[in-house]
Protein backbone atom coordinates (compact mmCIF):
# COMPACT_ATOMS: atom_id res chain seq x y z
CA UNK A 1 0.00 0.00 0.00
CA UNK A 2 1.40 3.22 -0.86
CA UNK A 3 1.77 6.10 2.15
CA UNK A 4 -0.74 8.18 -0.01
CA UNK A 5 -3.55 5.45 0.17
CA UNK A 6 -3.53 5.73 4.00
CA UNK A 7 -5.74 8.94 3.53
CA UNK A 8 -8.17 7.46 1.06
CA UNK A 9 -12.13 8.34 2.65
CA UNK A 10 -13.83 7.79 -0.09
CA UNK A 11 -17.42 7.33 0.41
CA UNK A 12 -16.95 7.88 4.45
CA UNK A 13 -20.16 8.95 6.28
CA UNK A 14 -19.23 12.21 8.06
CA UNK A 15 -20.85 14.96 9.79
CA UNK A 16 -19.91 18.08 10.64
CA UNK A 17 -21.30 20.56 13.18
CA UNK A 18 -20.84 24.15 12.37
CA UNK A 19 -20.22 22.91 9.50
CA UNK A 20 -21.19 26.07 7.34
CA UNK A 21 -18.61 28.56 7.80
CA UNK A 22 -15.02 28.74 9.31
CA UNK A 23 -12.98 25.90 10.12
CA UNK A 24 -15.73 23.59 9.94
CA UNK A 25 -16.82 24.21 6.46
CA UNK A 26 -12.82 23.85 6.15
CA UNK A 27 -13.47 20.32 7.48
CA UNK A 28 -16.43 19.49 4.87
CA UNK A 29 -14.22 20.83 2.18
CA UNK A 30 -11.62 18.27 2.89
CA UNK A 31 -13.48 15.68 3.33
CA UNK A 32 -15.28 15.92 0.90
CA UNK A 33 -13.10 16.96 -2.04
CA UNK A 34 -11.70 13.62 -1.14
CA UNK A 35 -14.97 11.74 -1.80
CA UNK A 36 -16.78 11.75 1.01
CA UNK A 37 -20.36 12.02 1.80
CA UNK A 38 -20.82 14.98 4.39
CA UNK A 39 -23.33 16.70 6.32
CA UNK A 40 -23.64 20.04 7.71
CA UNK A 41 -25.05 20.62 10.88
CA UNK A 42 -25.32 24.34 11.69
CA UNK A 43 -28.50 26.04 12.56
CA UNK A 44 -27.42 29.40 10.53
CA UNK A 45 -29.98 28.22 7.22
CA UNK A 46 -28.80 31.02 4.67
CA UNK A 47 -24.86 29.55 4.56
CA UNK A 48 -25.49 25.95 5.04
CA UNK A 49 -27.88 26.44 1.67
CA UNK A 50 -25.37 29.03 0.14
CA UNK A 51 -22.23 26.47 0.73
CA UNK A 52 -23.82 23.49 -0.07
CA UNK A 53 -24.74 24.64 -3.35
CA UNK A 54 -21.63 25.89 -4.35
CA UNK A 55 -19.99 22.21 -3.24
CA UNK A 56 -22.69 20.51 -5.10
CA UNK A 57 -22.15 21.92 -8.12
CA UNK A 58 -18.35 21.42 -7.77
CA UNK A 59 -20.01 17.58 -8.12
CA UNK A 60 -19.61 16.97 -4.18
CA UNK A 61 -21.73 15.00 -2.09
CA UNK A 62 -22.59 17.59 0.44
CA UNK A 63 -25.94 18.03 2.08
CA UNK A 64 -27.13 20.00 5.01
CA UNK A 65 -29.30 19.87 8.10
CA UNK A 66 -30.31 23.05 9.74
CA UNK A 67 -29.84 22.51 13.58
CA UNK A 68 -29.50 23.99 16.83
CA UNK A 69 -26.73 21.67 18.73
CA UNK A 70 -28.59 23.14 21.75
CA UNK A 71 -32.03 21.07 20.69
CA UNK A 72 -30.62 18.07 22.09
CA UNK A 73 -33.65 15.96 20.43
CA UNK A 74 -33.31 17.66 16.89
CA UNK A 75 -29.19 17.07 16.97
CA UNK A 76 -30.26 13.16 17.59
CA UNK A 77 -32.90 12.98 14.73
CA UNK A 78 -30.42 14.89 12.15
CA UNK A 79 -28.15 11.83 13.11
CA UNK A 80 -30.26 8.96 12.37
CA UNK A 81 -31.48 11.19 8.77
CA UNK A 82 -27.79 11.67 7.88
CA UNK A 83 -26.52 8.01 8.77
CA UNK A 84 -29.65 6.65 6.96
CA UNK A 85 -28.82 8.57 4.04
CA UNK A 86 -25.32 8.22 3.99
CA UNK A 87 -25.62 4.43 4.62
CA UNK A 88 -22.60 4.63 7.29
CA UNK A 89 -21.03 6.86 9.76
CA UNK A 90 -17.38 6.88 9.75
CA UNK A 91 -16.42 10.38 10.96
CA UNK A 92 -17.96 13.38 13.56
CA UNK A 93 -16.21 16.35 14.06
CA UNK A 94 -17.97 18.05 17.31
CA UNK A 95 -16.97 21.52 15.86
CA UNK A 96 -18.99 24.07 16.23
CA UNK A 97 -18.59 26.70 18.64
CA UNK A 98 -19.29 30.77 19.72
CA UNK A 99 -17.24 33.50 20.88
CA UNK A 100 -17.30 34.60 24.64
CA UNK A 101 -17.94 37.88 24.31
CA UNK A 102 -15.84 40.94 26.07
CA UNK A 103 -13.44 39.43 28.51
CA UNK A 104 -11.61 40.93 31.14
CA UNK A 105 -8.95 43.07 28.91
CA UNK A 106 -10.98 44.74 25.82
CA UNK A 107 -9.80 45.05 22.35
CA UNK A 108 -7.35 48.23 23.25
CA UNK A 109 -5.75 45.95 25.50
CA UNK A 110 -7.70 48.05 28.98
CA UNK A 111 -9.32 46.72 31.73
CA UNK A 112 -12.92 46.38 31.20
CA UNK A 113 -15.86 46.29 33.45
CA UNK A 114 -18.15 44.37 32.22
CA UNK A 115 -15.68 41.61 31.63
CA UNK A 116 -14.73 41.36 35.04
CA UNK A 117 -15.74 38.21 36.92
CA UNK A 118 -18.55 39.66 39.01
CA UNK A 119 -20.33 41.56 35.86
CA UNK A 120 -20.05 38.77 33.05
CA UNK A 121 -23.47 37.85 32.00
CA UNK A 122 -24.94 34.71 33.21
CA UNK A 123 -26.74 34.22 30.27
CA UNK A 124 -23.89 34.73 28.26
CA UNK A 125 -22.15 31.81 30.26
CA UNK A 126 -24.89 29.58 29.68
CA UNK A 127 -24.89 29.86 26.12
CA UNK A 128 -20.76 29.33 26.09
CA UNK A 129 -20.83 26.65 27.99
CA UNK A 130 -24.22 25.45 26.06
CA UNK A 131 -22.68 25.71 22.60
CA UNK A 132 -18.68 25.05 23.03
CA UNK A 133 -19.07 22.48 25.98
CA UNK A 134 -22.97 20.82 26.77
CA UNK A 135 -23.70 20.45 22.54
CA UNK A 136 -20.17 18.73 22.14
CA UNK A 137 -21.15 16.33 24.36
CA UNK A 138 -24.62 15.89 22.59
CA UNK A 139 -22.70 15.11 19.72
CA UNK A 140 -20.55 12.61 21.18
CA UNK A 141 -23.34 10.68 21.93
CA UNK A 142 -25.32 10.78 19.15
CA UNK A 143 -21.86 9.74 17.31
CA UNK A 144 -21.54 6.77 19.80
CA UNK A 145 -24.83 5.57 19.52
CA UNK A 146 -24.54 4.94 15.92
CA UNK A 147 -20.67 3.95 15.78
CA UNK A 148 -20.87 1.44 18.89
CA UNK A 149 -22.74 -1.33 17.20
CA UNK A 150 -20.42 -1.04 13.90
CA UNK A 151 -17.60 -1.21 15.72
CA UNK A 152 -15.47 1.74 13.87
CA UNK A 153 -15.59 5.64 13.82
CA UNK A 154 -13.56 9.06 14.50
CA UNK A 155 -14.71 11.58 16.46
CA UNK A 156 -12.80 14.72 16.26
CA UNK A 157 -13.37 17.93 18.77
CA UNK A 158 -12.62 21.42 18.10
CA UNK A 159 -11.23 22.77 20.94
CA UNK A 160 -8.79 25.90 21.33
CA UNK A 161 -5.56 26.50 22.22
CA UNK A 162 -7.64 28.15 25.29
CA UNK A 163 -8.37 25.13 26.60
CA UNK A 164 -4.54 24.67 28.04
CA UNK A 165 -3.62 28.49 28.38
CA UNK A 166 -5.75 31.00 29.91
CA UNK A 167 -5.82 34.68 28.38
CA UNK A 168 -7.77 37.57 28.70
CA UNK A 169 -10.75 35.77 27.00
CA UNK A 170 -13.35 35.39 28.89
CA UNK A 171 -13.56 32.79 31.79
CA UNK A 172 -16.23 31.25 29.98
CA UNK A 173 -14.77 30.26 27.12
CA UNK A 174 -11.62 28.67 28.50
CA UNK A 175 -13.50 26.52 31.11
CA UNK A 176 -15.82 25.18 28.15
CA UNK A 177 -12.99 24.29 26.20
CA UNK A 178 -10.83 22.63 29.05
CA UNK A 179 -13.70 20.48 29.26
CA UNK A 180 -14.64 19.57 25.90
CA UNK A 181 -10.84 18.81 25.53
CA UNK A 182 -11.21 16.56 28.94
CA UNK A 183 -14.32 15.12 27.84
CA UNK A 184 -12.86 14.14 24.77
CA UNK A 185 -9.89 11.96 26.55
CA UNK A 186 -12.51 10.19 28.40
CA UNK A 187 -14.49 9.56 25.42
CA UNK A 188 -11.43 8.05 23.70
CA UNK A 189 -11.17 6.06 26.93
CA UNK A 190 -14.35 4.67 27.12
CA UNK A 191 -14.85 3.88 23.36
CA UNK A 192 -11.10 2.80 22.46
CA UNK A 193 -12.35 -0.96 22.95
CA UNK A 194 -15.17 -0.38 20.19
CA UNK A 195 -12.04 0.94 18.00
CA UNK A 196 -13.64 4.66 18.16
CA UNK A 197 -10.73 7.09 17.76
CA UNK A 198 -11.76 10.00 19.42
CA UNK A 199 -8.90 13.54 19.31
CA UNK A 200 -9.20 17.13 19.28
CA UNK A 201 -7.97 19.90 16.99
CA UNK A 202 -6.86 22.96 18.28
CA UNK A 203 -6.64 25.97 16.98
CA UNK A 204 -5.41 29.37 17.69
CA UNK A 205 -6.58 32.25 16.13
CA UNK A 206 -7.99 31.34 13.24
CA UNK A 207 -10.04 33.74 10.26
CA UNK A 208 -13.69 33.19 10.11
CA UNK A 209 -16.94 34.12 11.01
CA UNK A 210 -16.58 33.55 15.09
CA UNK A 211 -17.59 37.12 17.27
CA UNK A 212 -19.17 38.77 14.22
CA UNK A 213 -16.27 37.71 12.04
CA UNK A 214 -13.97 40.20 13.81
CA UNK A 215 -11.04 38.24 13.25
CA UNK A 216 -11.16 39.56 9.34
CA UNK A 217 -10.67 43.42 11.09
CA UNK A 218 -6.83 44.07 10.12
CA UNK A 219 -6.16 45.49 12.67
CA UNK A 220 -7.24 42.56 15.13
CA UNK A 221 -5.07 40.54 12.92
CA UNK A 222 -2.03 42.95 13.23
CA UNK A 223 -2.69 42.74 17.24
CA UNK A 224 -2.92 39.03 17.53
CA UNK A 225 -0.35 38.64 15.00
CA UNK A 226 2.20 39.97 17.46
CA UNK A 227 1.22 36.98 20.39
CA UNK A 228 2.32 34.54 17.75
CA UNK A 229 5.51 32.62 16.85
CA UNK A 230 4.52 32.30 13.44
CA UNK A 231 3.57 36.36 13.70
CA UNK A 232 0.50 35.74 11.84
CA UNK A 233 -3.37 34.11 11.82
CA UNK A 234 -4.09 31.06 10.63
CA UNK A 235 -5.63 30.70 7.02
CA UNK A 236 -9.00 27.78 6.92
CA UNK A 237 -6.88 25.99 4.19
CA UNK A 238 -4.67 25.47 6.81
CA UNK A 239 -7.07 23.09 8.50
CA UNK A 240 -7.64 20.64 5.83
CA UNK A 241 -4.90 18.57 6.03
CA UNK A 242 -4.64 17.96 9.69
CA UNK A 243 -9.13 17.21 9.19
CA UNK A 244 -7.83 14.75 6.37
CA UNK A 245 -4.99 12.84 8.73
CA UNK A 246 -7.41 11.98 11.44
CA UNK A 247 -10.87 11.34 9.84
CA UNK A 248 -8.58 8.82 7.70
CA UNK A 249 -6.62 5.82 8.16
CA UNK A 250 -3.65 7.39 8.45
CA UNK A 251 -4.09 8.22 11.52
CA UNK A 252 -5.33 4.71 13.02
CA UNK A 253 -3.09 4.21 15.98
CA UNK A 254 -3.87 7.81 17.21
CA UNK A 255 -6.61 8.49 20.08
CA UNK A 256 -6.89 10.84 22.93
CA UNK A 257 -4.64 13.21 21.27
CA UNK A 258 -5.43 17.28 21.39
CA UNK A 259 -3.40 18.58 17.98
CA UNK A 260 -2.68 22.04 18.34
CA UNK A 261 -2.60 23.74 14.96
CA UNK A 262 -1.30 27.40 16.12
CA UNK A 263 1.10 28.87 15.00
CA UNK A 264 3.22 28.22 17.83
CA UNK A 265 0.68 30.12 20.36
CA UNK A 266 0.32 26.77 22.67
CA UNK A 267 4.17 26.92 23.30
CA UNK A 268 4.69 30.89 24.32
CA UNK A 269 5.12 34.21 23.05
CA UNK A 270 7.52 34.90 20.18
CA UNK A 271 11.14 35.35 21.17
CA UNK A 272 12.83 37.58 17.89
P1 LIG B 1 -17.47 30.44 12.69
O1 LIG B 1 -18.38 31.38 13.40
O2 LIG B 1 -16.85 30.87 11.40
O3 LIG B 1 -18.21 29.05 12.46
C1 LIG B 1 -18.95 28.44 13.49
C2 LIG B 1 -20.22 27.80 12.91
O4 LIG B 1 -20.90 27.17 13.99
C3 LIG B 1 -21.16 28.82 12.28
O5 LIG B 1 -21.55 28.41 10.98
C4 LIG B 1 -22.34 28.85 13.23
O6 LIG B 1 -23.58 29.09 12.56
C5 LIG B 1 -22.28 27.44 13.83
N1 LIG B 1 -22.94 27.37 15.14
C6 LIG B 1 -22.66 28.11 16.25
N2 LIG B 1 -23.51 27.80 17.22
C7 LIG B 1 -24.35 26.85 16.74
C8 LIG B 1 -25.46 26.14 17.28
N3 LIG B 1 -25.89 26.34 18.53
N4 LIG B 1 -26.08 25.23 16.50
C9 LIG B 1 -25.66 25.03 15.22
N5 LIG B 1 -24.64 25.68 14.66
C10 LIG B 1 -23.99 26.57 15.42
O7 LIG B 1 -16.35 30.08 13.78
P2 LIG B 1 -14.99 29.24 13.71
O8 LIG B 1 -13.93 30.17 14.13
O9 LIG B 1 -14.87 28.47 12.47
O10 LIG B 1 -15.22 28.25 14.94
C11 LIG B 1 -15.23 26.83 14.81
C12 LIG B 1 -14.68 26.25 16.09
O11 LIG B 1 -13.30 26.61 16.23
C13 LIG B 1 -15.37 26.71 17.38
O12 LIG B 1 -15.52 25.62 18.25
C14 LIG B 1 -14.39 27.71 17.96
O13 LIG B 1 -14.52 27.86 19.34
C15 LIG B 1 -13.09 27.06 17.55
N6 LIG B 1 -11.94 27.97 17.57
C16 LIG B 1 -11.85 29.02 16.70
C17 LIG B 1 -10.76 29.86 16.72
C18 LIG B 1 -10.62 31.01 15.79
O14 LIG B 1 -9.67 31.80 15.98
N7 LIG B 1 -11.45 31.18 14.79
C19 LIG B 1 -9.68 29.64 17.71
C20 LIG B 1 -9.84 28.50 18.54
C21 LIG B 1 -10.95 27.70 18.47
Not at 31 to 44: H, Q, W, Y
Not at 162 to 178: D, E, G, M, T
Not at 180 to 206: C, D, K, Q, T, W
Request: hydrophobic letters at 45%.
Amino acid sequence: MKVLDLFNVKDYGVIVTGGASGIGLAFVESLAENGAKVTILDFNAERVEREVARLQALGQQVRGSVVDLTDRPAVHRAFDVAVQTHGRLDVVFANAGIDPGIGIIGPNGERTIEGALENYDDERWNRVIDINLNAVFTTIKAAARHMKPQRSGRIIITTSVASVRNSALAAAYPAAKAGAAHLMRNAALELARYNILVNAISPGPFVTNIGEGHTRDPQVQAQVAKIIPLHRMGNTQEMKGLALFLASPASSFMTGAEIFNDGGLSIGPPID
